[in-house]
């Protein structure tokens, strides 16, 4: 099946195969696009009618995350095909809240990784911001959420059972080399006013590139 690279090749056909992958039988009528937020990665938000969709099937409001731009997928395309084969490979075998997920594929010819998702919007769901302050029972509750991860993939899931998945990252040691091993970047980003709520030694460039 092939994968698209462009927002209008996620059309009712193409949509038809990929939620069959996991929902056999589903037929896609239309796919219309709601809105796009554009960025590293890239997600469309649509909404779709079935001719046919099994009892527990996708919902009719989806998200199709992955890299939509041609320049922005050549340098972070294997950061799209990671996260696809996060949610097609490890996250079925975790039981943590995720958000439910329909279609997740990579295809390396292409450098693409997409997720086909439900719309967290619909469901109120409330998304971070850099700066939120975070009690101590929330940054616990979520250290133990780690926790399981880890516990439920220790010597069963990872470098030694999925192949794709290596010990250290090539794509975000690239990633975080060209944001924090350059001055100029380091200071231009340090002078927005999104990044004021970093103090002390998290505005210090050599010592975060240090730790």
């Excluded at 086909?116 to 616990?140: H, I, N, P, T």
Aim: glycine share 12%; hydrophobic share 40%; aromatic share 10%.
């Amino acid at each position: 099946m092939s994968m698209p690279t462009r927002v209008d090749e996620l059309t009712p056909g193409w949509l038809s195969a990929a939620l069959s992958i996991r929902c056999p039988g589903t037929v896609v009528g239309t796919a219309d696009v709601e809105s796009i937020i554009w960025g590293t990665a890239t997600k469309v938000f649509l909404r779709v009618t079935y001719d046919r969709c099994p009892e527990q099937g996708p919902p009719e409001a989806l998200c199709v995350k992955g890299g939509f731009q041609d320049e922005l997928r050549e340098v972070a395309g294997v950061g799209y095909r990671q996260e696809a084969g996060f949610y097609r490979d490890i996250a079925p075998h975790l039981d943590v809240p995720l958000p439910g997920t329909w279609y997740a594929d990579d295809d390396e010819t292409v450098n693409q990784g997409l997720v086909v998702c439900d719309d967290l919007r619909a469901s109120g769901v409330e998304f971070g911001r850099a700066g939120m302050a975070y009690s101590v029972d929330e940054v616990a509750a979520g250290l133990e959420l780690q926790a399981s991860w880890h516990g439920r993939t220790w010597k069963a899931a990872g470098p030694g059972a999925t192949p794709w998945l290596t010990v250290g990252s090539p794509f975000f040691r690239h990633a975080m080399g060209g944001m924090f091993h350059q001055p100029e970047h380091w200071d231009r980003m340090l002078g927005l006013p999104q990044t004021d709520s970093l103090t002390g030694g998290l505005r210090n460039r050599e010592r975060v590139v240090a730790g």
